[in-house]
T-cell receptor
Framework: GENVEQHPSTLSVQEGDSAVIKCTYSDSASNYFPWYKQELGKRPQLIID?????GEKKDQRIAVTLNKTAKHFSLHITETQPEDSAVYFCAAGNQGGKLIFGQGTELSVKP | NAGVTQTPKFQVLKTGQSMTLQCAQDMNHNSMYWYRQDPGMGLRLIYY???????DKGEVPNGYNVSRLNKREFSLRLESAAPSQTSVYFC??????????FGAGTRLSVL
C-alpha cells in the first residue's frame, strides 16, 4: 500500500545550525508534498508545500526539495531558533486529496 | 471565520461506551477528513468525505463510522469504544489548492 517513510525520528541541533528532515514515498501518483509543524498540544499547521512540477521551493528560512525520480523530498531549516522546536510531519498526496503522513520528526533546538 | 471546529476537546469513556466526535468547518470546503494520532505513528486516516453525501474508508476504519451531515459537518462515531481507540483525533478540511486545515483535536481516553 501507499507509504511515507520519514527520518530521523528525533533531531537535536544547536541554535543557528541547519536541520534537514528526509522523506520517501511509494505512490508514483503522488503530486503534492506538504510539511506540517505541530507544537506540543497543538494542531498540525502547514509550513510549506511543493507540487510535483517544481524541484525546490523556499520561504525565508525553510526550503523543500523534491526528487520525483527517486521519490524523496526533504525539508531544510536554516539558522534554527528555539521556536522551531516542534514535531514536523511530511506527507504525500494526489489529486484525490488523501494525504499519507510520515511518522514525524521531533526537532529540538538548543539555545 | 473559525476554520475547523471540533468538540469535545477531551473525553474519557469506559470500554463498550459509544460517543460521537463532532467537526464543523466554515470555509466552504468540499472534502473533510478524520485522522487519529498516536505516538510515533504520525497521522493515520480513518475516514474521509470527498464531497457532501459521500464517505470512504481510510487506512484504519475498523471500529468507526462517519456521517457527512451536510457540507459543513462531518462526525465520527465510536459504537463500542475499546482501549485501542485511546488517541488524539483530528478533523481536517481541504481547500481547492489541496491544503488541509486541521481542528484543535479531541483527546480521547478509553478505560
Amino acid at each position: 500500500g501507499e507509504n511515507v517513510e520519514q527520518h530521523p525520528s528525533t533531531l537535536s541541533v544547536q541554535e543557528g545550525d541547519s536541520a534537514v528532515i528526509k522523506c520517501t514515498y511509494s505512490d508514483s501518483a503522488s503530486n503534492y508534498f506538504p510539511w506540517y509543524k505541530q507544537e506540543l498540544g497543538k494542531r498540525p499547521q502547514l509550513i510549506i508545500d511543493i507540487r510535483s512540477n517544481v524541484g525546490e521551493k523556499k520561504d525565508q528560512r525553510i526550503a523543500v526539495t523534491l526528487n520525483k525520480t527517486a521519490k524523496h523530498f526533504s525539508l531544510h531549516i536554516t539558522e534554527t531558533q528555539p521556536e522551531d522546536s516542534a514535531v514536523y510531519f511530511c506527507a504525500a498526496g494526489n489529486q484525490g486529496g488523501k494525504l499519507i503522513f510520515g511518522q514525524g520528526t521531533e526537532l529540538s533546538v538548543k539555545p | 471565520n473559525a476554520g475547523v471546529t471540533q468538540t469535545p476537546k477531551f473525553q474519557v469513556l469506559k470500554t463498550g461506551q459509544s460517543m460521537t466526535l463532532q467537526c464543523a468547518q466554515d470555509m466552504n470546503h468540499n472534502s473533510m477528513y478524520w485522522y487519529r494520532q498516536d505516538p510515533g505513528m504520525g497521522l493515520r486516516l480513518i475516514y474521509y468525505s470527498a464531497s457532501e453525501g459521500t464517505t470512504d474508508k481510510g487506512e484504519v476504519p475498523n471500529g468507526y463510522n462517519v456521517s457527512r451531515l451536510n457540507k459543513r459537518e462531518f462526525s465520527l462515531r465510536l459504537e463500542s469504544a475499546a482501549p485501542s481507540q485511546t488517541s488524539v483525533y483530528f478533523c481536517a478540511s481541504r481547500s481547492d489548492k489541496n491544503i488541509q486545515y486541521f481542528g484543535a483535536g479531541t483527546r480521547l481516553s478509553v478505560l
